[in-house]
């Protein structure tokens, strides 16, 4: 086979990575190409991840950077998607990155430390043994559907706390699915939003809720 086959092509910084990242750029370039370097020998990404890193994951994870205040808990951090991207932008939030595995746990360790990241805590753990009732906002991105997902993350928000959950095309589905547990974990407000609208990029779906 001609090796070159194999080879996936990178895709090259998008234009409104600056205007995302502001000064922070630099951060940001240096994280994707780690994950450029590393994300697939390490198991952390896919090889058909490659042609679409800064927009379908650096960028669509930096997009709900403005929503964040305090601090933040993200489950299942795994690459540091969206945990380390949020980190670069806000260094004004603290966060804290939960994963259970250790492989993923080191690389979240070792970014958090090379980039300089002092708002950032590596928990290697499962969401049913976070600290409970700590988080301002709670994160996840492809951790699980929202029937799953809900019971495990609305118990790491503090009362009056939020879950901001990413989500894709299937929300809408996901949210009738899970009318059950938005109710057992007393949510309120609700609702799904689009961000990223009007701007030069592929915009993210998120599952917005105030736990009670
Ligand atoms: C598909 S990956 C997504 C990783 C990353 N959030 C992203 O968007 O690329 C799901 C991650 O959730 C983690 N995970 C699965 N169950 C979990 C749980 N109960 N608590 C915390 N993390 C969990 C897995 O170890 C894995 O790293």
Same mark, same amino acid.
């Given at each position: 086979m001609d090796p070159s086959s194999e080879i996936s092509i990178v895709e090259a910084e998008p234009s409104i990575a @600056? =205007?995302?990242?502001?000064?922070r750029i630099g951060l940001a370039r240096r994280f994707t190409a780690a994950l450029v370097d590393q994300g697939e020998v390490r198991g952390l990404i896919g090889p058909l991840e490659l042609p679409r890193l800064w927009t379908r994951h650096v960028i669509n994870c930096a997009l709900a950077a403005p929503l964040l205040h305090g601090a933040v808990t993200d489950v299942g951090s795994g690459a540091g998607l969206p945990g380390i991207v949020l980190a670069i932008v806000?260094?004004?939030?603290?966060f804290t990155l939960v994963e259970p595995m250790e492989r993923r746990t080191d690389w979240l360790q070792e970014q958090a430390s090379d980039l300089g990241l002092s708002n950032v805590i590596v928990l290697r753990a499962r969401a049913e043994e976070a600290p409970r009732a700590a988080a301002d906002i709670v994160t996840a991105r492809a951790v699980g559907a929202l029937t799953k997902l809900i019971p495990i993350a609305a118990p790491l928000a503090r009362r009056g706390g939020e879950l901001l959950l990413f989500k894709? !095309? #299937?929300?809408? %589905? =996901?949210?009738?699915? %899970?009318?059950?547990a938005i109710a @057992? %974990? @007393?949510? !309120?407000? +609700?609702?799904?939003e689009e961000l990223g609208t009007g701007m !030069? #990029? =592929?915009? #993210?779906? +998120?599952?917005? %809720?105030t736990v009670n």
């Open positions: @600056r =205007e995302v990242f502001g000064d806000r260094p004004d939030v603290s894709g !095309a #299937t929300v809408d %589905a =996901e949210v009738a699915k %899970a009318q059950r @057992r %974990a @007393r949510l !309120a407000d +609700v609702r799904v !030069a #990029t =592929e915009g #993210t779906r +998120v599952f917005r %809720a």
